[in-house]
């Protein structure tokens, strides 16, 4: 039997190297983001009823940084319920730049008999080429992406979706009070210690992602879809120092 469990950051390693998306990570990538992220069971599944929602006939749904593809499958799940008989007119691309994460992703869509086209493609978000869509989703991956490079994403999406399209945005966020900062994060290490990890876990894995995972003010995201041309921007989930967020064209 194979062992999911996140131990990842278990033992004390004596170089902390920043953190990559492996196969170490891979491998037990389910278990850590539960383990990680409050709420990530909801908002995977409310980002499928948003997709069902927004989606429209003739157009693409994109997952961007898909990992596993938990979205994804979401997504397609509630595509189908919603469009029914049009819903194979909706395909989904998901994109991550991790082969560890799109192998095993594959082997996932794979075996689901559903008529909503999924594919996978090995590409850097950044640089990809987005094409007419109605819904883009990305959850808990713009974090990782470098600060200057964020707008670029975010103005692309914007220019390819189409009027009455949604876009869901998933972040880890910091706060401008430090008082604020400070307890929300020590309520999310409460989160991580209920959850089984250790002090020692916790603050390797924080060391790991100094510097690769940059949080921003959710007034920051807000300021950057205005001014990429979405209409109008809603805070859908917050838990701590984690939000959700929908952006309307
Ligand atoms: C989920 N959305 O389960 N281009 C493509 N992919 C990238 C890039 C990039 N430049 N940078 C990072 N990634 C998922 C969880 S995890 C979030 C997303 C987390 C990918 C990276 O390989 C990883 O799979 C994903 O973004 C971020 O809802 O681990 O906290």
């Known amino acids: 039997m194979t062992n999911t ?21 891979a491998s037990v990538f389910d278990d850590m983001i539960e ?20 989606s429209i ?4 749904c994109y997952d961007l940084g898909s990992s596993l593809g938990a979205a994804t499958l979401s997504m397609r799940h509630q595509i189908e319920r919603h469009h029914q008989q049009s819903a194979a007119k909706i395909p989904i691309i998901a994109i991550d730049n991790s082969a560890a994460m799109l192998s095993r992703m594959n082997a996932r869509i794979s075996n689901e008999g559903s008529p909503v086209p999924v594919t996978t493609e090995l590409a850097d ?17 713009l974090q990782f992406i470098p600060l200057q490079d964020r ?8 220019d390819n979706m189409i009027s009455g399209g949604a876009l869901i945005l998933s972040e880890k966020i910091k706060f401008e009070d430090e008082q604020q900062q400070q307890l929300m994060v020590s309520m999310y290490e409460n989160f991580k210690r209920s959850n089984g990890y250790s002090e020692l876990e916790i603050s390797q894995k ?7 995972l940059i949080p921003e003010t959710l007034q920051a995201h807000k300021k950057r879809l205005l001014n ?9 989930f917050q838990c701590f120092n984690f939000a ?5 064209r």
């Open 151 to 158: 707008s670029t994403i975010i103005q692309s999406l914007a």
């Open 35 to 54: 383990r990680s992220v409050p709420g990530y069971r909801s908002i995977v599944l409310q980002t499928g009823m948003l997709a069902g929602k927004f």
């Open 5 to 25: 469990t996140d131990r990842v950051f278990a033992n004390t390693l004596d170089h902390i190297k920043p953190f990559e998306f492996n196969d170490a990570v």
């Open 125 to 141: 978000i950044t640089t990809y080429s987005y094409t007419k869509h109605s819904v883009a989703v990305l959850n808990f991956t």
């Open 57 to 60: 006939p003739g157009t693409t």
């Open 206 to 212: 924080r060391d790991a992602l100094e510097n690769v």
């Open 228 to 236: 990429s041309g979405f209409s109008s921007v809603e805070v859908w």
């Open 244 to 248: 959700s967020l929908v952006a309307f």
